[in-house]
């Protein structure tokens, strides 16, 4: 059981580039999500998907896109690459809504950086 | 807004202490989580409580509704346990996370 799984680990990208950051999970849970993770602040929620083919937008949602076509799979997407997108980056499922009673499930992150 | 405030930022202890990490949050909440982050990145979900104490293995996790606070004790601590702990509280209403900045612990052999 592999549980949430990112990829890549680490990636470089010139301002300006685009690039998918994957996220697939084998729990079939409906619930996934996108945080971003910049130094000292807490984690920002980016998209949500509540089930296949259902998105919505989170706390910090400009510059990135997510489609959810499987319930196991939530790619985002980074459309022309900014400085400000360089973050580490965590993709996280759960059973139930905002993981009410069954808590969540982290990737282990993508250090993203933008140069 | 929910403001989540984390204290202390930063701990350093003996291997074997006791240790305290406190979270306090200015608006009610319908639930808070515990969460440990490991050196390598990882987030790992340690607790969900929304009322009273709940404990696994050296870690206990308690939370006082009326005082808008939650503890996360570790008693024996272990170098294992060096990492960052991140308090993060389920708002009424949206039932969106709002995560504190976390505590990086580290304990000494």
């Known amino acids: 059981n592999a549980g949430v799984t990112q990829t890549p680990k680490f990636r470089i990208l010139k301002i300006g580039q685009s690039m998918t950051l994957q996220c697939t999970q084998d729990?079939?849970?409906?619930?996934m999500y996108w945080y971003r993770q910049d130094p000292g602040m807490g984690l920002k929620l980016i998209y949500y998907s509540v089930g296949a083919g259902i998105t919505d937008k989170g706390e910090v949602p400009n510059g990135y896109n997510v489609s959810r076509s499987t319930t196991e799979d939530f790619p985002l997407r980074l459309e022309l690459a900014a400085p400000s997108q360089t973050s580490v980056y965590f993709c996280a499922s759960s059973r139930d809504r905002e993981g009410r009673n069954y808590g969540y499930t982290f990737g282990s992150g993508t250090r993203l950086t933008v140069v | 807004k929910n403001e989540v405030e984390q204290s202390p930022q930063n701990l350093t202890a003996q291997e074997g202490e006791f240790i305290t990490i406190n979270c306090s949050y200015s608006v009610g909440i319908s639930a808070l989580h515990w969460l440990q982050q490991h050196p390598g990145g990882g987030i790992v979900s340690l607790f969900m409580?929304?009322?009273g104490k709940k404990k696994h293995g050296r870690l206990i996790a308690t939370i006082n509704i009326q005082e808008k606070h939650s503890s996360l004790h570790i008693t024996a601590s272990h170098p294992r346990d060096s990492a960052v702990y991140i308090c993060?509280?389920?708002?009424?209403?949206?039932?969106?996370?709002?995560f504190g900045t976390g505590t990086r612990l580290t304990i000494i052999p």
């Open positions: 993060a509280v389920r708002n009424f209403g949206n039932e969106k996370l709002t």
């Open positions: 729990m079939n849970h409906n619930y």
């Open positions: 409580l929304s009322s």
